[in-house]
């Protein structure tokens, strides 16, 4: 993928994602919705960071007709995470999306990696094959129940100057730092973190929904903590996604605040284990 495949490729993705979620579509859900602009202008910029970061990551596929499919990995020291990955509906089926993994994890190697699965039954079956290990993952949703969140103390705001430590932490949960995705994430999300050094924590947290994106701790006392703080500032309907279930803590903590437990997809890893206490971030895991 190039800067000027940018575009085109966004709009694959969005037809992409949107067939999928009315595919996953169950009882009761609203109907899904194309990205919005706003939407659509982020996942530009994402890609853009991935392309200056990783360029040999980011793989588009063609034909005569234009860009069918893109698989965007990324690595990071010792660990490589899928970012994202689809073919066009009318496109799948016919091997695109195998060319495009074996491409994936050529550029890999025998790094460790995980990413968030959706249950597409193409997308599992893919995943499986190519040797990955599928973990349900839980996610709670609702409206917080502000009264019932119990008071949160030894927080502060997190900065620049806290992402050495926050990458050593990275490191004894999943193996490798964050490295240039924490500044990318600081640059549009508001980062907490655990104010002793002894028991270290952070949490970023989408201020335009109030919902955490990124979770990561030493223990689990202190990551409850921070999802506390995240769940205090959510509007509206919130969502807490991406818990495996050595992440329990997550869900006793949301249920406290009176959201309830759902299921969406999993978590896929090769060469090492869910991290926990740990809640992955969709795009940067
Ligand atoms: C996942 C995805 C990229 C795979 O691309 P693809 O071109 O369909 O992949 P392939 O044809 O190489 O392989 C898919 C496998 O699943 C099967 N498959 C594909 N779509 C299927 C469907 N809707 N139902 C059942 N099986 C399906 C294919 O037959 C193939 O199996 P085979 O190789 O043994 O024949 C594509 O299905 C997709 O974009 N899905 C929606 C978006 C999504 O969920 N992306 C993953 C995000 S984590």
């Keep these: 993928m190039s800067e000027d495949d940018l575009p085109v490729a966004e709009r694959v993705s969005a037809v992409t994602f949107l067939d999928a979620d009315r595919l996953a579509m169950r009882a009761g859900d609203p109907e899904p919705e194309p990205p919005s602009p706003a939407g659509s202008r982020r996942w530009i910029e994402r890609m853009r960071y991935f392309l200056t970061v990783d360029p040999d990551g980011c793989l588009v596929a063609e034909d005569t007709g ?22 066009l509906p009318g496109r799948q089926g016919r091997g695109i999306g195998r060319r495009l993994m074996d491409a994936a994890l050529a550029h890999a190697g025998d790094r460790p990696g995980l990413f968030s699965a959706t249950a597409h039954p193409g997308a599992t079956r893919r995943y499986r094959l190519a040797g990955f290990t599928l973990h349900p993952q839980m996610r709670m949703v609702g ?6 969140l119990p008071p949160v103390r030894g927080l502060r705001e997190g900065a620049e100057g806290d992402l050495e430590w926050m990458d050593d932490l990275d490191r004894a949960l999943r193996g490798a730092g964050h490295g240039p995705d924490h500044r990318h994430m600081l ?12 028991r270290p924590g952070y949490v970023y947290i989408d201020d335009g ?77």
Aim: aromatic share 8%.
């Design 66 to 87: 234009g860009i069918t499919g893109f698989a965007i990995s990324q690595n990071r020291g010792p660990l490589w995470y899928l970012a994202t990955y689809g073919v």
């Design 143 to 148: 409206r917080v129940d502000r009264s019932a």
């Design 187 to 198: 640059g549009s999300q508001r980062l907490v973190v655990s104010a002793d050094r002894g």
């Design 209 to 285: 929904a109030g919902r955490p994106t990124l979770l990561a701790a030493a223990d689990s006392e202190t990551a409850r903590l921070l999802l506390w703080e995240a769940l205090a500032s959510a509007r509206e309907e919130t969502l807490v996604n991406c818990i495996t279930t050595p992440n329990h803590w997550a869900v006793d903590a949301a249920l406290t605040a009176r959201l309830h437990l759902d299921q969406e997809g999993f978590l896929a890893v090769r060469g090492m284990d869910p991290p926990a206490p740990y809640l992955a971030s969709g795009h940067f895991l």
